[in-house]
């Protein structure tokens, strides 16, 4: 009897995932009986990750299948051996610490033949832990759905984040493509911009297909400037990706909004929220490199799409980084109580 194809490939990047990865892999291994593959790769883990994973695929061999990094090369290193290895027509990234409800994959599988999209997107749920409820969480997609027009390409561009993970995307949007993830721990997942804008059709399915794991109390509280150059890194080798493929010349407003919102916004709130104490040379550093990035930001068409919040950011340390600094640490100071169910969402739009 002939095996069916596979249909969709779960890329599951692990490192030092092992608290979680059972939970994660007893969710993956029973979603469909057929047409299913579950890539892992251990990107150098140092805890018993690697054990945990050969166990999985002891058990459910030819559903399982190991990669095992050669040196520790972050989540898009990871990402892009599984994409070189799946043998799915759909890719679904998923976190080694999140994991997936019953049948998830099956519905998202429905709805691509029924609709022959490029991308579904899906709604998720976000665990805060055992004893706090769950929230559904979701980014409002409607202007982005439907076929691939001129308006409908930069709405995609312009998205507030979206994950790469929890979304079915076709395989050929990256191979086909020569889209790829870079090589930095931080902000890798901007190329979603670049697949999204490359796809034909996307719809999104109003249902939580997905558990996100929101852990608040892993969140880098430390000054680390080396963080701030694999942001500005990916930053840029989105913008090249954006460049090379021929979308930046028809679409410059909606990339470098893309930019300020991703680059230079994002990195304000995380040295504001993130970091014990607010570095202005930081803040500084990082308005003069935003000049040379987008020279002419300040007047993007797209900046009224920011809420009043994140205009403010931009705004005051456009005026005085030293300002956002004392503003920011007094706000730390006085109201971190209410802050860090805030901060992800803040760092994340």
């Known amino acids: 009897m002939n ?3 596979i249909a969709v490939s779960i890329i599951v990047p692990v490192f030092n995932a092992g608290k979680h990865l059972s939970q994660c892999l007893d969710s993956l291994v029973n979603q469909m009986n057929e047409g299913l593959e579950v890539i892992c790769i251990d990107d150098c883990s140092t805890d018993n990750s690697w054990d945990v994973l050969v166990g999985y695929q002891q058990a459910y061999p030819g559903l399982v299948k190991l990669i095992k990094s050669k040196t520790n090369s972050g989540p898009g290193n990871a990402r892009n051996l599984g994409i070189e290895a799946a043998n799915g027509e759909y890719l679904f990234f998923v976190d080694a610490d999140d994991w997936l409800p019953k049948g998830a994959i099956s519905r998202l599988l429905a709805e691509t033949l029924q609709t022959n999209a490029d991308i ?4 998720w749920y976000v665990y805060h832990g055992a004893e706090k409820p769950l929230e559904i969480e979701s980014f409002d ?22 994950p790469i993970w929890g979304k079915f995307i076709r395989k050929s949007l990256f191979t086909e493509n020569g889209t790829y993830f870079p090589s930095y721990s931080i902000g890798e997942d901007m190329i979603m911009a670049v697949v999204r804008a490359q ?19 892993s969140l880098t509280r430390q000054r680390n400037s080396s963080k701030y150059a694999q942001v500005r890194k990916s930053a840029l080798f989105v913008l090249n990706k954006f460049k090379e493929n021929g979308i930046y010349a028809n679409h410059k407003d909606a990339v470098d ?37 987008v020279p002419n930001w300040r007047v993007n068409p797209f900046l009224g799409r920011l809420p009043l919040f994140d205009k403010l ?8 980084p030293f300002l956002l600094a004392r503003i920011s640490g007094l706000a730390m100071k006085y109201f971190s109580f209410a802050l860090p169910r805030h901060i992800p969402r803040l760092a994340r739009t």
């Open 3 to 5: 095996k069916a194809p």
């Open 120 to 123: 579904i997107d899906c709604d």
């Open 141 to 162: 997609l409607s202007k982005c759905t439907g076929p691939r027009t001129e308006t409908t390409i930069d709405e995609r561009i312009i998205l507030p984040h979206t």
């Open 199 to 217: 796809a034909d059709k996307c719809i999104v399915i109003n249902e939580p297909l997905y558990y996100y794991r929101r852990d608040t109390q």
């Open 257 to 293: 909004f893309l930019m300020i919102r991703k680059h230079y916004r994002q990195w304000l709130v995380y040295l504001c929220f993130y970091f014990d104490k607010v570095d202005t040379s930081l803040l500084r550093k990082a308005r003069q490199d935003m000049d040379a990035l």
């Open 313 to 320: 950011i931009l705004k005051t340390n456009d005026f005085s």
